[in-house]
């Protein structure tokens, strides 16, 4: 089994930067990858960025491109998104998830799943 756990997340102002972590404990998908998703209120979760855990390779979605980057410490089994000039509509609760092969960006695709952490962006 994995257990992951997001943490970071927190009120911030337009323009602001936060770093969210998810610490992986468990099994460690040394081939699969781990994604970051989002869920905004009365909204479906959305696919935010990817990284692939052997080689670092990363896919984002459009709308983050240049502002966030997704990265992981493999010596600590943690999974980082460094969030620069942060927007109202980033506003949602951030969730990480992995899946023990290849890289993708739906997340139905993902098997395991953390408990979410509240960002807000505040206009």
């Known amino acids: 089994q994995v257990q992951l756990v997001e943490s970071g997340g927190g009120v911030v102002q337009t323009g602001g930067s936060l770093r969210l972590s998810c610490a992986a404990s468990?099994?460690?998908?040394?081939?699969?990858?781990m994604g970051w998703f989002r869920q905004a209120p009365g909204k479906e979760r959305e696919f935010v960025a990817a990284?692939?855990?052997?080689?670092?390779?990363?896919v984002y979605t459009d709308s983050v491109k240049g502002r966030f980057t997704i990265s992981r410490d493999n010596t600590k089994n943690t999974l980082y998104l460094q969030m620069n000039s942060l927007k109202p509509e980033d506003t949602a609760v951030y969730y990480c998830?992995?899946?023990?092969?290849?890289?993708?960006?739906?997340?139905?695709?993902?098997?395991?799943w953390g408990q979410g952490t509240q960002v807000t962006v505040s206009s």
């Open positions: 998830a992995t899946r023990r092969s290849g890289i993708v960006v739906v997340a139905s695709m993902y098997p395991y």
């Open positions: 990284i692939r855990w052997n080689d670092g390779y990363t």
């Open positions: 468990g099994r460690i998908f040394s081939s699969g990858s």
